[in-house]
């Protein structure tokens, strides 16, 4: 029976666990950042909403390979800010959501309920540019602190 390699760059199946565990959690987190220039700027949803994706994916692998992970203060540490962004993104993400669906449900409205619905859409966008702050105040902290540095330190440092 012929084997495959792994379809994550980087991983080999002659590398330990705990080198594949690295290397997954560096890949997603990279990812992961990728998608913050835009998500800063705002004006295309969907880097909000693949930043809190990949966040989540991020959080799944280091749950699943926290073992690897002997000094656990530092691998905490990083968990709570990944679990920190998801949540911020997740704000965002959810009135995004909102947003474009009743925009989408607003040609098939009579004029008045275009009216309402346009009231109710012009609402949301306040409430989202409102949860934009708390997400734009925890990306100047991690710039601030060097968390991306940190991070990629911790995890590919052996």
Not at 19 to 43: D, H, P, W
Not at 52 to 67: E, P, W
Not at 96 to 109: A, P, W
């Given at each position: 029976?012929?084997?495959?390699e792994?379809k994550i760059?980087g991983?080999?199946?002659d590398e ?10 560096v890949n997603?987190f990279l990812e ?5 220039e ?6 295309d949803i ?5 930043m809190?994706v ?6 799944a692998?280091m749950?699943?390979f ?11 540490r990083?968990y709570k800010?990944?679990?920190?962004i998801?949540?911020?993104?997740g704000?965002?993400?959810d009135?995004?959501v909102?947003i474009?669906r ?6 098939s409205?009579?004029?008045?309920e ?8 012009d609402?949301?966008q306040?409430?989202?540019k ?5 997400m734009?105040a925890l990306?100047?902290?991690l710039?601030?602190t060097?968390?991306?540095t940190e991070?990629l330190?911790f995890?590919v440092?052996?």
């Amino acid at each position: 029976m012929e084997t495959t390699e792994p379809k994550i760059k980087g991983i080999a199946s002659d590398e330990t666990l705990e080198t594949c565990a690295r290397q997954i959690i560096v890949n997603y987190f990279l990812e992961m950042m990728s998608f913050k220039e835009g998500a800063k700027e705002g004006t295309d949803i969907e880097f909000v909403h693949d930043m809190r994706v990949t966040s989540r994916r991020l959080r799944a692998a280091m749950d699943n390979f926290a073992d690897c992970f002997p000094n656990r203060s530092p691998f905490k540490r990083h968990y709570k800010k990944i679990k920190a962004i998801t949540r911020t993104m997740g704000a965002v993400r959810d009135l995004d959501v909102l947003i474009v669906r009743f925009r989408n449900e607003l040609t098939s409205l009579t004029a008045v309920e275009q009216t309402d619905l346009r009231g109710l859409i012009d609402s949301l966008q306040r409430k989202r540019k409102d949860a934009r702050e708390p997400m734009l105040a925890l990306f100047e902290e991690l710039e601030e602190t060097g968390f991306e540095t940190e991070f990629l330190e911790f995890f590919v440092g052996f």
